[in-house]
């Protein structure tokens, strides 16, 4: 899998039990009406290959380019990247 062009969540949406950190960020990103291309993590072995190269073995993996990505519920980081709107 190369890396992707555009911010992107490598998420295990389907986690039995629950990736109960994917589900805070998929919400927190949902209260800020982010959309961002979910990979299954589960599902393509490519992409789950592609987030532990990255050196992380926790979902989910939050890419924003190449010098920025981490992994897990970061709402620090989430703010930085995608903060709430200023009202006009």
Request: net charge negative.
């Amino acid at each position: 899998m190369t890396a992707p062009t555009q911010p992107t969540m490598f998420s295990k949406p389907n986690a039995k039990p629950a990736c109960v950190q994917c589900n805070a960020t998929d919400r927190w990103l949902g209260k800020r009406g982010v959309s961002l291309p979910v990979v299954d993590m589960e599902a393509d072995p490519a992409a789950l290959e592609f987030a532990l190269s990255l050196g992380y073995q926790q979902a989910p993996v939050m890419w924003i380019d190449a010098d920025t990505h981490w992994s897990g519920f970061n709402p620090i980081e989430l703010d930085k990247h995608f903060p709430k709107e200023i009202p006009a």
